[in-house]
């Protein structure tokens, strides 16, 4: 890794001391594959991870075998509960997986821990757990409080990357939404007589976008 990556993906980073720069630089850039399982529920954290390029999908499992995807740590951010983790010492409490290829940098536990003395590393730390924590707020409202329909509407357009022709499951779009399978395929079915999508095996054709926008700005 570069100083002109770190500056490129990391720009609060830019700042540090020479010295914090050089020992960034000098770490090991892995490359993980679609579908990599970079930490489980249990497992003790290894140290502090960049992510570089790519995406990789933070989710919690309940005793019932229920999933929902807590958030997605992407191209310049940091995992919030690695962060967590290492400040506690304490194990994960959720799963990590590399959704598509992906690119990252691991700083060990041991030099994150002295380089939270630095204090912008310590304020670029701390910026991103405050980023995600809000995130989650949001996540848990939306949980708490929001229509699942109002929901799903808006999950198919986040996860629109532009062609309108989302390949998913139904088991997969509750896992973005944490609720039942069967509930997702009612909603969708109800969303095909109104004419927002198409479905298939394993595909979501958005076919009203401009309907779908209209319901996932619907007040809840």
């Known amino acids: 890794m570069t100083e002109a990556a770190i500056a490129s993906s990391f720009p609060a980073l830019a700042g540090l001391p020479a010295s914090v720069l050089a020992e960034l630089t000098h770490l090991h850039l ?51 509960l690695t962060t967590s983790c290492l400040l506690a010492g304490r194990a994960y409490p959720a799963e990590g997986v590399a959704e598509e290829d992906t690119e990252l940098v691991l700083l060990p536990a041991a030099r994150f821990d002295a380089l939270l003395s630095e204090p912008g590393f310590r304020r670029f730390a701390l910026a991103m757990i405050s980023d995600r924590i809000a995130d989650l707020m949001a996540l848990i409202e939306d949980v708490a409080f929001g ?30 939404l944490g609720t039942a399978r069967e509930v997702i395929s009612r909603i969708l079915k109800d969303f095909e007589r109104h004419g927002y999508v198409a479905l298939s095996r394993g595909k979501v054709i958005l076919a009203d976008t401009a309907g779908l926008q209209r319901l996932a700005t619907e007040q809840v």
Request: net charge positive; proline share 1%; hydrophobic share 40%.
């Open 147 to 176: 229509r699942m329909d109002v929901r799903l509407a808006r999950r198919l357009l986040e996860l629109d990357a532009g062609s309108h022709a989302l390949q998913l499951t139904h088991q997969q779009l509750a896992t973005e």
């Open 30 to 80: 892995a490359r993980v594959p679609k579908g990599t399982v970079l930490f489980r529920d249990g497992d003790l954290c290894q140290g502090y991870v960049f992510v570089m390029r790519g995406s990789v999908r933070v989710q919690k499992m309940d005793r019932e075998g229920r999933e929902i995807v807590l958030y997605r740590v992407e191209d310049g951010q940091t995992c919030m």
